[in-house]
């Protein structure tokens, strides 16, 4: 059974603080994504990685970083969280290949709230 | 604005009524994806339509792509209380980017 990982559900941080969002996948996935999901906004593209150290800037990647050391591995990093980065994060996952293409398996999210 | 955008936002109807939502680009695309998240839980992915006119089947939910490959809609006969949730449509743009419309909440009441 396919699974994406992520490796805490529920964060409360502090203004200023330092975040970590890690995500692993075992399905040997080319592309892993991160999103962020608001209410009414759907979901919005922060960075994703088609490749082992490799990353791209999705919609919105300002206040954000990742990294990508293993090919299963995916984080997201605030390096310094604000209020307005309170909000849900999704990663996800897909095989490789080009554009429109493939079916994203995500996980089950973690809700980030910054106090 | 959206490159996608999701009509209505939220919908309450009684389980066994029928249901449509829409989703709408001003942009032509190749391939639409509809995804379904319930709470708690990640989006997943309920179908791929690639072709415009194209019709897809999935039990009780019909997909539809538009002739003119600008919109979709989703419609549910006979809705059940298992169906509710958040129904996403989205598309790949360019830069093998996907892009998710803002939602359709749906609630089935028993």
């Known amino acids: 059974d396919v699974k994406v990982t992520q490796s805490s559900r529920y964060l409360v941080k502090r203004t200023g603080e330092k975040v970590f969002l890690e995500c692993v996948q075992d399905?040997?996935?080319?592309?892993m994504f991160w999103y962020r999901q608001d209410p009414g906004l759907g979901l919005r593209l922060i960075y994703f990685?088609?490749?082992?150290?490799?990353?791209e800037k999705g919609d919105i990647p300002e206040g954000y970083s990742v990294s990508r050391e293993k090919k299963e591995r995916f984080s997201l990093i605030l390096e310094s969280a604000s209020t307005n980065q309170t909000s849900m994060y999704l990663c996800?996952?897909?095989?490789?290949?080009?554009?429109?293409?493939?079916?994203?398996?995500f996980g089950e999210g973690s809700r980030l709230t910054v106090l | 604005t959206q490159l996608l955008e999701q009509s209505p936002q939220f919908l309450s109807i009684q389980e066994g009524e029928n249901l449509t939502v829409y989703c709408n680009s001003s942009?032509?695309?190749?391939?639409l994806q509809w995804y379904r998240q319930e709470p708690g839980e990640g989006p997943v992915l309920l179908v791929t339509?690639?072709?415009?006119?194209e019709v897809k089947k999935l039990k009780r939910l019909t997909f539809q792509f538009g002739d003119a490959r600008k919109d979709s809609s989703l419609h549910i006969t006979a809705a059940q209380p298992g169906d509710t949730g958040l129904y996403l449509c989205?598309?790949?743009?360019?830069?093998?980017?996907?892009?998710f419309g803002g939602g359709t909440r749906v609630l089935v009441k028993p």
């Open positions: 989205a598309l790949w743009a360019a830069g093998n980017k996907l892009t």
């Open positions: 399905m040997d996935h080319e592309n």
């Open positions: 990685s088609y490749d082992v150290k490799m990353k």
């Open positions: 996800a996952s897909s095989l490789g290949g080009g554009p429109n293409t493939g079916e994203l398996f």
């Open positions: 339509v690639v072709t415009g006119g």
């Open positions: 942009s032509v695309f190749s391939s």
